[in-house]
């Protein structure tokens, strides 16, 4: 199998351009395509998997135009543009992070800790340092640089508390037109007092942010109470009063993670009758909300999430790093009353960027409740699925024409066991599971974003520039 570089030069927004229509700037790719029409868990797998064995993918000035068979589309491509040609590799939508922590990139991998330990003795201590505005731009580029190597395009994530650290990943994102959702964490009691805010700063700073950034470029706002033990109902009302405000901002935060979590929520909040209610009645749940992990939702409270268009992101690598148990996906796409659901890293008690390593832990996960997680739903979670719970279906997450053009090419050959076993599979539906359960950063060949390729996995990487802009570079 050849490498695919035909016609890419190196990394950077203009590279992968392949023409010109008018003054529109045109990139067409020719590979194996997947996409998705809709959800498999509900509509099955014929009516929502879109496969083309040679496939084409044209896009004009960051759009898709089409996407179909090469042997159909070919003749729509330009005069003078020749598709770069991935053989036999995958081209994909991009991928999408429904739930990460960019400020907890230096904490990965921090050991024998389950949540509320883990936050007070890593993440409140590191979550500080983003005070330093430095280090926050420091860390925000090699967090981008981070998704882009690993496929995935859009991702909303915390911030930490301070304003300062939003601005820095927007800055960092919209340098690499990437589509990004943030926001300033909102916490201002059962925290380090440096970590705190007030229900009347939290607020005034979140809606400052979002007239700063919410809908400028590719950026967008997430109003993000940490989870209710860090909120007063002060805070929890102000939250909600800010999201019917402006009620095209997302709200992020987590459920329900943790049983030990769960009992404080109680006795913090004995008037409500659970987790989710407390957001309920508060104003938090509802298309738009994307609340983490649920791993211990009642029944109850799933068709509550399912009623009012809430979504959950499943973040397995997380849950069984902090021992915070097992998922039941198959619960949460019960057909009477299916959820929306996305895949999160958690990234930093999530232990891998990378959304196939995350699709292969999401698989054992529902093994250990006996439901085989196939490969179509897995790669439907880490895209579409993505997009219906942070409400970007008409933007990102299936290259319908129209949809921004983010996209993955991904390497069936990218090392020599995975090579020797890809080259036995029967299906695509086989390939795709093989590299769900065996891929990661390294199968992710090269990302485009907007059109435009982000990263070349075979480019000379800047040994230098990775050293300055990792979160351990220079003076930390
Ligand atoms: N619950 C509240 N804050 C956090 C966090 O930073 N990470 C995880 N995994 N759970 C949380
Ligand atoms: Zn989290």
């Given at each position: ?7 890419i030069s190196a990394t ?273 749940t509802g298309p738009g ?38 998922f039941h996906v198959h ?146």
């Open positions: 199998m050849t490498n695919g570089t035909n016609g950077g927004r203009a590279a992968g351009q392949a023409g010109r229509i008018g003054s529109g700037a045109v990139t067409a790719v020719r590979g194996t395509l997947i996409r998705f029409r809709g959800d498999p868990f509900l509509i099955g797998r014929d009516d929502a998997f879109v496969h083309c064995a040679d496939g084409l993918l044209i896009c004009v000035d960051g759009k898709v135009t089409a996407a179909g068979d090469y042997a159909e589309l070919r003749d729509r491509l330009p005069d003078g543009v020749t598709p770069v040609h991935y053989p036999g590799q995958v081209i994909c939508p991009g991928f999408i992070d429904s739930h990460v922590h960019y400020v907890q990139t230096g904490i990965i991998a921090a050991f024998g800790a389950q949540l509320i330990d883990w936050l007070n003795h890593y993440t409140f201590v590191e979550e500080q340092r983003f005070a330093d505005g430095a280090y926050a731009r420091r860390v925000a580029a090699a967090f981008c640089d981070e998704l882009l190597r690993n496929g995935t395009t859009t991702a909303l994530t915390f911030a930490a508390v301070y304003p300062d650290s939003v601005d820095a990943l927007f800055e960092e994102a919209t340098r690499r037109d990437m589509r990004i959702i943030a926001g300033k964490v909102l916490m201002d009691r059962n925290a380090p007092d440096a970590l705190l805010d007030t229900a009347a700063t939290g607020y005034d700073d979140s809606k400052r942010l979002i007239d700063r950034w919410h809908g400028k470029g590719r950026n967008g706002y997430a109003i993000t109470p940490r989870f209710a033990p860090t909120s007063t109902p002060e805070q929890l009302a102000a939250a909600g009063q800010l999201w019917r405000e402006h009620p095209d901002t997302l709200v992020h935060t987590h459920v329900s993670e943790n049983v030990g979590e769960i009992s404080w929520v109680r006795s913090l909040f004995p008037e409500r009758t659970g987790y989710l209610d407390v957001y309920d009645h508060y104003g938090l909300a994307v609340l983490a992990h649920g791993v211990h939702l009642t029944g109850t409270e799933r068709r509550r999430c399912a009623e009012t268009g809430t979504a959950v992101a499943h973040c397995p690598t997380s849950n069984l790093f902090l021992g915070s148990g097992l619960d949460a796409k019960d057909p009477h009353h299916p959820m929306t659901i996305g895949l999160g890293t958690d990234i930093g008690a999530g232990t891998s960027f990378s959304l196939l390593s995350t699709m292969n832990e999401a698989y054992k996960v529902a093994q250990l409740a006996n439901y085989p997680l196939d490969a179509v739903k897995a790669f439907y979670l880490a895209t579409r699925g993505g997009a219906e719970a942070l409400r970007l279906t008409d933007t990102v997450g299936s290259l319908e024409p129209g949809q921004e053009a983010d996209f993955v090419v991904l390497d069936p050959e990218a090392t020599p066991v995975l090579a020797q076993r890809t080259s036995r599979v029967s299906d695509i539906e086989e390939l795709l599971f093989v590299l769900a359960v065996m891929g990661d950063d390294r199968v992710v060949r090269a990302t485009y974003v907007a059109g435009a390729l982000a990263h070349d996995r075979d480019a000379p990487r800047d040994a230098a520039r990775d050293a300055k802009n990792g979160p351990g570079g220079p003076d930390t």
